[in-house]
């Protein structure tokens, strides 16, 4: 059971606006960068979003990141079925003096 | 291009040793934070370690804290993973991550494509 939760699963279809959205609490989100991985089935995960909201190059705009406060969102607009994905926030947790992940969130293109 | 390269993982008994490895490519080793983060089979992401540029500061989560060591040779362009007493919750794909910054650490940005350790006896 980590930390850092987030909801199993997501859906929507083409188009739309998803949010997948990661809780924690004052020792990690709420005092450290919030940042999300991407990761398709068999490979390595991929970094789509650093320091709460910033985009490596070559993300599209369509992905953007928040927090507020203890918690922070990964948005996707424009859904794509090349979105389907597992999704990941990541932070460090000061009281741990470790990185803590959220439990992972499946989205489903439908 | 950055490239991180696993390799050591192969099915170990419980209570044995396994040391994985991390080759580098295509960035200078020496000047970044590198981590270890595993998945076991079917679950989500769970970081295991993280060492310092120069290899001073090391961090170890709960679950491995007194058995895994983390070292890296700069000189060899490699990062280490040092596995005693292994258990079979242990299970899982290692992955070889490089972090954005040398020293404080900020967050990961390049990873390998993970090596298979399996605790079974």
């Known amino acids: 059971q980590s930390v850092v939760t987030q909801s199993p699963s997501a859906s929507g279809t083409p188009g739309q606006r998803v949010t997948i959205s990661c809780s924690g609490s004052?020792?990690?989100?709420?005092?450290?960068?919030v940042h999300w991985y991407q990761q398709f089935p068999g490979t390595a995960p991929k970094l789509l979003i650093y320091?709460?909201?910033q985009r490596p190059s070559g993300v599209p705009d369509r992905f953007s990141g928040s927090k507020s406060g203890t918690s922070a969102s990964l948005a996707i607009s424009g859904l794509r079925s090349e979105d389907e994905a597992d999704y990941y926030c990541a932070t460090w947790d000061d009281s741990l003096s470790g990185w803590v992940f959220g439990g992972g969130t499946k989205l489903t293109v439908l | 291009q950055v490239q991180l390269v696993e390799s050591g993982g192969g099915v170990v008994q419980p209570g044995r040793s396994l040391r994985l490895s991390c080759a580098a490519s295509?960035?200078?080793?020496?000047?970044?934070?590198m981590h270890w983060v595993r998945q076991a089979p079917g679950k989500g992401l769970e970081w295991v370690s993280l060492i310092s540029y120069h290899g001073t500061n090391k961090y170890y989560a709960d679950s491995v804290k007194g058995r895994f060591t983390i070292s890296r040779d700069n000189s060899k362009n490699t990062l280490s993973l040092h596995m005693n007493s292994l258990k079979p919750e242990d299970t899982a794909v290692y992955y070889c991550a490089r972090d954005r910054s040398g020293w404080p650490f900020e967050y990961i940005d390049n990873w390998g494509q993970g090596t298979l350790v399996t605790v079974s006896s």
């Open positions: 320091r709460n909201t």
């Open positions: 004052s020792s990690n989100i709420g005092s450290n960068s």
């Open positions: 295509g960035f200078a080793l020496s000047s970044y934070t």
